[in-house]
């Protein structure tokens, strides 16, 4: 059974930084794919950033430039670094990561962002 469990969320300042972790329970070899959501309430779940295989990055357009993703295979950790961080960056982030056709989720960490 493949776990995910997300940490390192809290309140912070508008223009503050936070670093998320994700470990996993397994190689993250095994991972096509590994990433971070978030949610807010009321909405749909929405990529923040993926991390691919050769180490290659994807943003979504509101967090390029401020957030970056990347892996330590050695600690089967996955970041997600946040910095200048703006209140609507107010939600509940979840590390994802797909195995063949399956995907797994952590239990989410709440990131709020003080004005």
């Known amino acids: 059974q493949v776990q995910l469990v997300d940490s390192g969320g809290g309140l912070v300042q508008s223009g503050g930084s936070l670093r998320l972790s994700c470990v996993a329970s397994?190689?993250?070899?095994?991972?096509?794919?590994l990433g971070w959501y978030r949610q807010v309430p009321g909405q749909n779940r929405q990529v923040v950033a993926q991390?691919?295989?050769?180490?290659?990055?994807i943003y979504a357009n509101s967090v390029e430039g401020g957030f970056t993703i990347s892996k330590d295979k050695a600690e089967k950790t996955v970041y997600l670094q946040m910095n200048n961080l703006a209140p609507e960056d107010k939600a509940v982030y979840y590390c994802n990561g797909i195995i063949l056709l399956s995907g797994y989720w952590g239990q989410g960490t709440q990131v709020t962002v003080s004005s």
């Open positions: 397994t190689s993250l070899d095994r991972f096509s794919i």
């Open positions: 991390i691919m295989p050769d180490e290659t990055a």
